[in-house]
């Protein structure tokens, strides 16, 4: 126990960064971030526990250019529908792209769900993390997609 409190220890000293069960509290953060900032130092700012659990997805620069260029379109198809009703048109008109809205949205879903599958979970499978877990996952995405 002495050993790990004193490798504890020695890591805090030259990170910084306090490690062990009271590691990460947001007091922790807190004082670490204005540490940081008065010091002027570039120093490792630790990451909230509950974010750093949370899963992120490795796109290529390829995919997410392509999926940010649907998502820009729908944008600009929005602003349309608002210049739409500034200029105060017909209300089929306003429809009509509305439904092209979500067509683009739904599209988009495919397109990520797709990915996803492709990428995500055929990983998770082939690296032999929970089977089960993954594919109960993708149902419970499924169910909440296709609502």
Known sequence: MAGKKNTEAKSE???????????????DIKADTKTAAKADVKKEIPVCPHCAAARKTVRSEE?????????????GQIRGIQGMLERN??????????????????????ELLAEHVRNCVASDIREGRDGDETIDELVKVLQKVMK
Not at 89 to 110: D, G, M, R, T
């Open 13 to 27: 000293m030259t990170t910084g960064i306090k490690t062990g069960p009271k590691a990460g509290t947001k007091a």
């Open 63 to 75: 995919t997410s250019r392509a999926l940010m260029r649907r998502l820009k379109r729908i944008e």
């Open 89 to 110: 048109a017909y209300c089929p008109e306003i429809l009509i792209q509305v439904s092209a809205v979500n067509q683009a949205l739904n599209s988009f879903n495919k």
